[in-house]
T-cell receptor
């Protein structure tokens, strides 16, 4: 089955700096890669996703890149703000339509 | 307008008891899921149903039994609760399988004493 690894597990940045979270996956048949944000005590919510026919996708301050050859994808957040503080999860969906989540990254943005 | 709702929000119970968690979605989605999030925040899929039929059943003890009376509801019944079952359980739904946005419910925090 699919295995998704996510790094780092914790990330602390200063407000205004950029944050990068990286994920690798094992199943070359995976073709859908969403990112979820989970604030403390809340539900995970989709913030951006990318499909395998695209190498990069942007939405305002967040962007995701995908390297299918290397089987890794990354989340980039620019101009971080305190409200970006949360746990971020990457995930990969394989041919079996099952979403496998990475272990999560706790992002702390210091004002 | 609640999209995916779960009840109860909190559940505290003794070991050995049986309990149920209910989930409902009003998004018209075909697929519903149950996830378990442990104390380390790791999210793991337990079950997936598509149009009331079981699609995915990960390695979950058979004390856990999902039931889908219709495609808008997916309930989770747990028999003989154990300490290790303590976690947050999330219900989710999506339009069609695992390649579309999944909308999560608010979660049910289960504590087994």
């Amino acid at each position: 089955g699919e295995n998704v690894e996510q790094h780092p597990s914790t990330l602390s940045v200063q407000e205004g700096d950029s944050a990068v979270i990286k994920c690798t996956y094992s199943d070359s048949a995976s073709n859908y890669f969403p990112w979820y944000k989970q604030e403390l005590g809340k539900r995970p919510q989709l913030i951006i996703d990318i499909r395998s026919n695209v190498g990069e996708k942007k939405d305002q301050r967040i962007a995701v890149t995908l390297n299918k050859t290397a089987k890794h994808f990354s989340l980039h957040i620019t101009e971080t703000q305190p409200e970006d503080s949360a746990v971020y999860f990457c995930a990969a969906s394989n041919a079996g339509n099952m979403l496998t989540f990475g272990g999560g990254t706790r992002l702390m943005v210091k004002p | 307008d609640t999209a995916v709702s779960q009840t109860p929000k909190y559940l505290v119970t003794q070991m050995g008891n049986d309990k149920s968690i209910k989930c409902e979605q009003n998004l018209g989605h075909d697929t519903m899921y149950w996830y378990k999030q442990d104390s380390k925040k790791f999210l793991k899929i337990m079950f997936s149903y598509n149009n009331k039929e079981l699609i995915i059943n990960e390695t979950v003890p058979n004390r856990f039994s999902p039931k889908s009376p219709d495609k808008a509801h997916l309930n989770l019944h747990i028999n003989s609760l154990e300490l290790g079952d303590s976690a947050v359980y999330f219900c989710a739904s999506s339009q069609a399988g695992g390649k579309e946005t999944q909308y999560f419910g608010p979660g049910t925090r289960l504590l087994v004493l």
